[in-house]
């Protein structure tokens, strides 16, 4: 289990969606950081596997390692209206 730092005690309880306070702005707008800190964090190691793996180069581009299927090229044909 994590814990944050407040100002009010030393620690207190990670806020998840069953334990957060909806009506509470306060509390609703520290659940919202705390939940794209993670995501941010998690997004970063997704990117540095990525590129490591060289599905990414260094500008965020995608390189594929296989070529695509015929249908799934810019070029394809292929028609999935119906």
Request: hydrophobic share 35%; no cysteine.
């Amino acid at each position: 289990m994590r814990y944050l730092e407040s100002a009010m005690a030393s620690n207190t309880k990670e806020l998840t969606i069953l334990n957060v306070d909806f009506h509470n702005p306060e509390e609703l707008a520290r659940f919202h950081a705390q939940e794209l800190a993670i995501y941010r964090e998690r997004k970063k190691k997704i990117v540095v596997d990525l590129k490591r793996e060289g599905y990414l180069d260094e500008y965020g581009n995608w390189h594929f390692k296989e070529p695509l299927p015929e249908d799934m090229r810019p070029d394809s044909k292929a028609d999935f209206t119906h």
